[in-house]
């Protein structure tokens, strides 16, 4: 899907040297993909900080098998 986006040039040159990318397109398309992986785990962090998974086998369990 194509979609438009203002960004400043400043931001755009600093967007193409992180991301690597020589064109514009692919250079937006792998900062919002890269954005919501880190969403993602950070939602995971915290809801396994909450307790909201439970295994049926301890941290010094998964350590002994080398999982």
Same mark, same amino acid.
């Given at each position: 899907? #194509?979609? %438009?986006?203002?960004?400043d040039d400043? %931001?755009? &040159?600093?967007? $193409? &040297? +992180?991301?690597?990318? =020589?064109? #514009?397109? @692919? &250079?937006?398309?792998?900062?919002?993909?890269?954005?919501?992986? =880190?969403?993602? +785990?950070? !939602? /995971?962090? =915290?809801?396994?900080? !909450?307790? +909201? /998974?439970?295994? @049926?086998?301890?941290?010094? !369990?998964? !350590?002994?098998q080398? $999982?």
């Amino acid at each position: 899907m #194509k979609v %438009t986006v203002e960004l400043d040039d400043a %931001t755009l &040159a600093e967007l $193409l &040297a +992180a991301t690597n990318e =020589r064109k #514009k397109g @692919p &250079a937006v398309s792998k900062a919002v993909e890269e954005f919501l992986k =880190r969403k993602k +785990a950070r !939602e /995971f962090g =915290r809801l396994l900080m !909450e307790g +909201a /998974f439970d295994y @049926p086998i301890t941290n010094d !369990e998964v !350590e002994k098998q080398g $999982l």
